[in-house]
């Protein structure tokens, strides 16, 4: 027999051996009306109710962290009982499972692609693909900046295993030796470190995006945009690529 939902019981037999009551039927056919379902219990067949789920935990994440986010909230996100989340998830660590598999390494892959997809030996070329391929993933998923904050870079991190085992190694390896060559082949200022410029690339875009609450609030809404910023790291980078130290 098929697993039922949560909270659902099989009709039993009434004292004395007689039977429940036969449902109504409406229209032609002789077909039982629909019974009603309750709030948060949609069939496990419903095509959009996972998805559902995974963004309202993505949405607390955000909010309040990994950490401080339990069943209950992401119920309370997406209007299902915390019953419906077990029942297609079992738990809160298969959920963040799913979270990162389908809407974090997405991201993380859509940025290595547009870095690495060039073999061109031109620093700033690099540079500005890791910029423009930054703000194109936070102009689709203004939630990324704010969670890696959160999760990778502070303290007790749930993300940060994930970032150092798995994400960025092999990304970081690849763009440092880049710059390597390029400043070999004396195209990069001699003065610059090759492995700390892939630090200065995440500061001039993640932790602007993610700041961009506070310093829209300080210098204006509206005055400074996330376009600003991209042109204000380009003409940074491009200064310091061609400086001799």
């Known amino acids: 027999m098929g697993t039922r939902p949560p909270g659902i019981r099989t009709p039993s037999r009434a004292a004395g051996g007689s039977r ?12 039982a009306a629909p019974a009603g379902r309750a709030r ?9 109710q996972e998805q559902r789920l995974i963004d309202a935990a993505l949405a607390c994440y955000v909010r309040q962290g990994i950490g401080a986010t339990r069943i209950r909230d992401i119920a309370s996100e997406a209007g299902v009982t915390p019953a419906m ?6 738990g809160a660590r298969p959920l963040l499972d799913r979270v990162i598999a389908e809407r974090l390494m997405p991201v993380f892959g859509a940025v290595r692609e547009a870095i690495l997809g060039t073999e061109s030996a031109d620093p700033l070329e690099l540079a500005t693909r890791f910029v423009d391929a930054v703000f194109a993933v936070v ?4 939630w990324w ?18 970032l150092v085992a798995r ?11 880049r710059f390597a060559y390029a400043q070999r ?6 003065g610059l470190d090759p492995r700390l410029v892939m630090v200065t690339l995440i500061g001039l875009t993640l932790f602007p995006a993610a700041g961009a609450p506070i310093w829209q ?24 690529f061609k400086g001799v130290a």
Do not use: C
Not at 224 to 235: E, G, I, K, P, Q
């Open 20 to 31: 429940p009551p036969a449902p109504r039927r409406a229209g032609q056919g002789g077909k």
């Open 40 to 48: 948060g219990r949609p069939p496990r067949s419903a095509p959009d």
């Open 85 to 90: 989340v077990h029942y297609y998830f079992g």
């Open 139 to 142: 102009e689709r998923h203004p």
């Open 145 to 162: 900046p704010a969670l890696w904050v959160r999760e990778v870079l502070s303290e007790g991190g749930a993300l940060r295993d994930l």
């Open 167 to 177: 994400v960025a190694p092999d990304l970081a390896r690849r763009i440092v030796q």
């Open 185 to 190: 082949e004396g195209l990069m200022n001699p």
């Open 217 to 240: 609030r300080i210098f204006g809404e509206g005055r400074l945009t996330m376009d600003d910023v991209r042109r204000h790291a380009l003409a940074l980078l491009a200064a310091g």
